[in-house]
């Protein structure tokens, strides 16, 4: 019954790789958001859907690509990772104008 | 823009002590104001948030924040802290005609001593 579920939760992988990471809510809201946290706990917006329309989109690079096949997902794929691309990456929703509620984070992990 | 400081990046405190968790914010109108907590290895839970009205709001597991424009603060407070509530908290700011684009103070790491 959790109502933002990413996976994975732990992602380790190689420089050059490309890797997908899933996120669902159950919460029935209408916009869902991608969040990076680094090292440092700064954390920072990275895109939103609302209805799986394209929302917000802060200054990423194109190898991060978003991409919502319904408004209760909402995945990021990033290619050729990079040693900078290491946080943990949280997924969150909400319906218009109420609070975030976020899921428990993926932390990846590029060696 | 709006900017949020939260100026404490690490506090001890005992337990059954009393907690305040500073926050100012930088925001030209109205801010909807947020204090959220991450357990280690957790997401952010919800801890209040402040939108209208009372400017005195109540959260979850005892905690308040009280929002004061004339300073620009929304400090968190609790009266007596439990172990438990040994945690990373955030403050965040957010704009009506942005909504969901936060921004996150760098957070304020709470310690609870017995």
């Known amino acids: 019954d959790t109502a933002v579920s990413q996976t994975p939760k732990y992602l380790v992988t190689q420089m050059g790789n490309d890797k997908s990471i899933k996120c669902e809510q159950n919460l029935g809201h209408d916009t869902m958001y991608w969040y990076k946290q680094d090292s440092k706990k700064f954390l920072k917006i990275m895109f939103s859907y609302n209805n799986k329309e394209l929302i ?33 990456y949280f997924c969150a929703s909400s319906q218009s104008n109420s609070p975030l509620h976020f899921g428990n984070g993926t932390r990846l992990t590029v060696t | 823009a709006q900017s949020v400081t939260q100026p404490d990046i690490h506090i001890t405190v005992s337990e059954g002590a009393s907690l305040e968790l500073r926050c100012n914010y930088s925001y030209g109108a109205t801010p909807y104001l947020f204090w959220y907590v991450q357990s280690p290895g957790q997401g952010l839970q919800l801890l209040l948030k402040y939108f209208s009205g009372d400017t005195l709001v109540q959260g979850i597991k005892g905690f308040e924040a009280e929002f004061k424009r004339s300073q620009s603060s929304f400090n968190l407070r609790k009266p007596s802290v439990h172990w438990s509530d040994a945690a990373e908290y955030f403050c965040a700011v957010g704009a009506a005609d942005s909504w969901g684009k936060f921004q996150f103070g760098a957070g304020t790491q709470v310690v609870v001593t017995p």
Do not use: W
């Open chain 1, 56 to 88: 917000i989109n802060e200054t990423v690079p194109n190898r991060f690509s978003p991409k919502s096949p319904d408004k209760a997902h909402l995945n990021l794929h990033i290619n050729s990772l990079e040693l900078g691309d290491s946080a943990v």
